[in-house]
């Protein structure tokens, strides 16, 4: 794993950024390529591991995890997981997340409008 120099000039201009522009956090917590997927895909519903997989096909079983684990830890995602055998989990968005709807419906409404 890269580790990272958090008082380098990079780091330090990013926390600058970050505390200053509300755009760039949000951005900085839902962007990328699969965690706008992923929020859209939970809207307004509960979806076990392998459905999203199968949501997301092209998405590699690390990167998932990874950005399914991001979304738990900003607040955005709730994991819950059954103890049964075999293993249960399933994911939905909490209130948090869920006040992301509308503009992930206004981006999709924006996109759908402006892709060439």
């Not at 380098?8 to 951005?27: A, D, G, R, Y």
């Not at 590699?60 to 049964?84: C, F, Y």
Request: hydrophobic share 40%; net charge positive; glycine share 6%.
């Amino acid at each position: 794993m890269k580790v990272i120099k958090e008082t380098s000039t990079q780091q330090l201009n990013k926390k600058e950024v970050l505390s200053k522009c509300p755009v760039h956090f949000t951005l900085e917590k839902i962007g990328g390529r699969w965690k706008p997927l992923l929020l859209f895909n939970l809207m307004g519903k509960t979806l076990r591991y392998n459905e999203l997989r199968r949501a997301l096909p092209k998405v590699s079983e690390k990167m998932l995890i990874q950005h399914l684990r991001e979304l738990e830890q900003d607040g955005l995602l709730a994991r819950l997981a059954h103890p049964v055998v075999p293993p249960h989990v399933e994911y939905s968005l909490t209130p948090k997340g869920q006040e992301l709807a509308p503009i992930l419906n206004a981006m999709a409404q924006w996109g759908l409008k402006n892709r060439g």
